[in-house]
């Protein structure tokens, strides 16, 4: 499955922002969707996560409350809804797909997205 994640840019802090990963190849609806991020010299990290039928979905501590996950299987993408957003939220964006349930660990994905750019100022 192919990926490409968009809807990043530049905004002040406690703007909100919604990235879509869209998917093409497979079957979509079959897989989990995580959205991680990255900061240059630090290791990715793990922001949210939705089963394939969007019944759970998981969110890191640090965006719980801000971030909301979600997941369009008809339209084969899946969304990052981001409100309040800080200055630490500054990071490199990735969607990631695999089958099976969701992990945190961004080694348990198989597919990902180009990345794309969040930029908060304070």
């Known amino acids: 499955v192919q990926l490409q994640a968009s809807g990043g840019g530049l905004v002040q802090a406690g703007d909100s922002l919604r990235l879509s990963c869209a998917a093409s190849g497979r079957t979509f609806s079959s897989y989990s969707t995580g959205w991680f991020r990255q900061v240059s010299g630090k290791e990715r990290e793990f922001v949210a996560g939705i089963s394939w039928d969007g019944r759970s979905s998981y969110h890191a501590a640090s965006v719980k409350g801000r971030f909301t996950i979600s997941r369009d299987n008809a339209e084969n993408s899946v969304y990052l809804q981001m409100y309040t957003l800080k200055p630490e939220d500054t990071a490199v964006y990735y969607c990631?797909?695999?089958?099976?349930?969701?992990?945190?660990?961004?080694?348990?994905?198989?597919?990902w997205g180009q990345g794309t750019l969040v930029t908060v100022s304070s």
């Open positions: 990631a797909a695999r089958e099976g349930r969701v992990y945190a660990t961004p080694t348990m994905f198989v597919y």
